[in-house]
């Protein structure tokens, strides 16, 4: 074979080479577009997807809080510092109302016991 025959066939070879990587570039973006076709379905049929929301919505439950008196922060302290648990004790300073302010200091302390003494018992 001489030179000249090696070199036809050489470009030859490259040419068929270069169409080769031509050809698998081509399938490999269809491939990709194919992909992103898919994926934009999925992400499509998603986003339009029902969402569940409740029928129904239940009235927010608001209770007025008040502010606590002088005789209410008092009579909270005494007692639990006596040892009753203090939710036990908030509950009933705010079960006496206004008495807080207008009763005497020591028999709001004296109901106090009387009242929450049961449940420390037990």
């Known amino acids: 074979m001489t030179a000249k025959a090696a070199n036809a066939r050489l470009y030859i070879a490259t040419i068929g080479l270069v169409a080769a990587v ?9 491939l990709a577009s194919s992909a992103a076709a898919w994926l934009a379905a999925r992400v499509q049929a998603h986003a339009e997807a029902p969402v569940a929301r ?7 439950r608001l209770a007025a809080v008040r502010r606590p008196t002088d005789g209410a922060v008092r009579l909270t302290v ?3 510092g006596l040892g009753f ?3 036990d004790v908030r509950r009933f300073v ?3 109302g206004d008495r807080v302010d207008s009763a ?3 028999t709001l302390i004296k109901d106090g016991l009387r009242v929450l003494a049961p449940a420390v018992a037990s």
Do not use: C, D, Q
């Open 22 to 30: 031509l050809s698998l570039l081509g399938a490999l973006v269809l």
């Open 78 to 80: 005494a007692l639990t």
């Open 54 to 60: 409740p029928a129904h919505r239940a009235p927010a």
């Open 85 to 87: 648990h203090a939710p």
């Open 94 to 96: 705010g079960s006496l």
């Open 104 to 106: 005497p200091l020591e």
